[in-house]
């Protein structure tokens, strides 16, 4: 499993030569200016919520790569209307993919369409594919729902936003890496703008004091599990 960090929340995920891209918001982030959207390989687009820092560059994925969107059933249905695949789900509810199983999971945020239309409610996704797990929280507060997630799967990385005001921020990201039963974290939602700017030296040293591990990548850099 391949994880590459595409500034702010997205993410591409490659398992078994399937292609999936997070929450695509690529164009309109500054800082993520050296990253080509129109080269990245997509079989899945997943988004967790209808915010315009999440969604800006679906339709455009989509539609040049033929991917299937997954999300809640109001963004899918919202991108299906557009002539876009997709695939519905409502939290707790999973479903098998060729890339492994996928589950929808609760987040604690809000969610519209720029247009301030209903966006559904926001979530996560848990991913088992490759005999690696993990858990992509979405833009979520610390939710005693997390422990739920490690009850029914043994997590290998979680991926949780850490940049405040809009999110938890890292000292509540320790507390739910404590409730999510895995060590290795993969930041996320920080730094895009002024809001949620964080130290990463401070944040780092933070995980470390509490004996995790706390990755924060450069903007196209990647990982494997």
């Not at 695509?24 to 990245?40: E, L, M, Q, R």
């Amino acid at each position: 499993m391949k994880i590459t960090f595409y500034g702010h929340a997205a993410l591409g995920i490659e398992i078994k030569n399937i292609n999936i891209v997070v929450d695509p918001f690529i164009t309109g982030n500054p800082k993520a200016a050296h990253i080509d959207s129109t080269t990245i390989k997509a079989d899945y687009i997943l988004i967790t919520h209808a915010h315009h820092d999440h969604i800006l560059d679906v339709e455009a994925i989509a539609k040049r790569t033929g991917a299937i969107v997954i999300s809640n059933y109001e963004i899918a249905s919202y991108f299906g209307k557009k002539g876009i695949e997709f695939h519905p789900m409502n939290h707790g509810g999973s479903w098998d993919f060729e890339f492994g199983r996928l589950k929808f999971v609760n987040a604690i945020h809000s969610s519209s369409f720029a247009d301030g239309s209903y966006g559904g409610n926001p979530g996560g996704f848990v991913i088992e594919g490759e005999h690696k797990n993990i858990y992509i929280a979405g833009d979520t507060a610390l939710s005693m729902d997390m422990k739920l997630i490690s009850i029914r799967t043994k997590l290998d990385l979680v991926i949780l936003p850490i940049g405040n005001n809009f999110t938890m921020d890292v000292d509540d990201a320790i507390i739910a890496a404590d409730f999510l039963e895995c060590d290795k974290i993969l930041g996320y939602h920080f730094d895009t703008f002024g809001f949620i700017e964080i130290n990463h030296e401070q944040a780092i040293k933070k995980f470390f004091s509490a004996g995790k591990d706390l990755m924060l990548l450069e903007i196209g850099q990647s990982i494997e599990l």
